[in-house]
């Protein structure tokens, strides 16, 4: 696959280093040799995919699809379309004629492949009818979708110009594809990439992280019809295999309570900064620290509802930096909320509420 550094260095996975880490070293008595293998063999392929983005010009790049290399009739770039491959199972790009539904395909018979597609097309429309943005470049950028990558692969990413999700070992995960918020989530990484272009590491990792959770979960209750008073609140409940059924990989109401058990540890995500993580494991927490900010955009949805609230963090995303710290995100996001309220998009008030939310994480 090209993993090409579009806009910031860091390869963008779901599932945090610490977690796999946590399964591939557990006792065979706890977990099984199958599945500490695999998650072994995802640990390996991450920090290769990782290495060949870091060494990768940090460059927004022309984004081609393979049938296009390959001079295969194909829909333009620029079209916001959607391409899914079928990547039977391997760890690289696949052929061409792995392309198994394009835009306007009718479904298929494989799930994954329509899960990718038909979610692909609500992060693409919430972000065009809400946000007013054109695709995840605002230029029409298409969309590439890899499904079945890899084998037993407990991951997703953006790579920098197109998605990947395994399928799972079945046991602790599942397809990757069958939680809407993990596709979204990733697509975001696209947005944040041409937006702020937030590096991915420390603090402007975290935040970079935590705008993909946000409009993970933004997506995700828009596509269920929920709303902040009755959506869970959890990222990654839907991938979790039999062993792990009811937890999740994050909890934005109550960031460090989405899971406890022998098989992926204990969340270690803050909800405070007198609880932040200053240890160097995950890019100096980019999974971890993503929790403060998590739940700012909790409160501040809860008060004045989900919609208001991403057009508050949306503004905010555009008015970042590549190496924006909490502090600065706690400036901005107070300020939009100020000048959104100025243009009557959002209640007055609301800059009081982000900046009680913000005070009660410590920001």
């Known amino acids: 696959m090209n993993l090409s550094n579009a806009a910031h260095p860091g390869f963008c996975a779901f599932i945090p280093p610490h977690v796999l ?32 983005r870091a060494n990768q010009p940090a460059d927004v790049a022309t984004l081609m699809t393979t049938k296009e290399k390959e001079g295969i009739m194909a829909p333009p770039l620029g079209t916001a379309g959607r391409e899914v491959f079928n990547c039977g199972h391997q760890w690289g790009q ?61 991951n997703a990413f ?38 702020a272009g937030l590096i991915y590491y420390g603090q402007s990792g975290a935040l970079n992280e935590s705008m993909s959770d946000v409009f993970g979960t933004v997506i995700q209750q ?17 991938i979790m295999g039999p062993e792990l059924y009811g937890e999740a990989l994050r909890s934005m109401k109550a960031p460090g309570t989405a899971y406890d058990n022998y098989f992926i540890g204990k969340d270690p995500q803050p909800d405070h900064m007198t609880r932040y993580y200053f240890g160097a494991n995950d890019n100096q927490g980019v999974h971890i620290n993503s929790g403060i900010p998590n739940r700012v955009f909790y409160l501040v949805a809860m008060d004045i509802g989900t919609d208001k609230a991403a057009l508050i963090w949306y503004a905010t995303l555009q008015r970042l930096w590549p190496n924006a710290l909490f502090g600065d995100f706690a400036y901005m996001v107070a300020d939009s909320a100020r000048l959104l309220t100025k243009n009557g998009q959002v209640p007055v008030g609301t800059t009081q509420t982000v900046r009680a939310a913000l005070r009660e994480v410590g920001l």
């Open 94 to 154: 696949p052929p061409p004629y792995m392309l198994l539904r394009g835009e306007g395909d009718p479904v298929t018979a494989d799930d994954a492949i329509n899960a990718a597609y038909d979610v692909g097309g609500a992060v693409r429309d919430y972000y065009k009818n809400k946000l007013g943005r054109n695709s995840i470049d605002n230029l029409g950028m298409n969309q590439i979708h890899n499904v079945h990558f890899g084998q037993n692969y407990m």
């Open 222 to 238: 828009a596509i269920e019809g929920t709303t902040a008073h009755d959506a869970d609140w959890l990222i990654g409940n839907g």
């Open 21 to 52: 880490e946590h399964m591939a070293k557990a006792s065979e008595e706890i977990v099984h040799e199958s599945v500490r293998e695999a998650a072994r063999l995802s640990i390996i392929q991450d920090n290769q995919f990782r290495a060949n």
């Open 158 to 195: 953006w790579d920098g110009s197109q998605m990947a999700y395994g399928d799972g070992d079945g046991t602790v995960f599942v397809s990757f594809t069958k939680d809407a918020d993990v596709i979204a989530h990733e697509l975001t990484h696209g947005v944040t990439q041409h937006t």
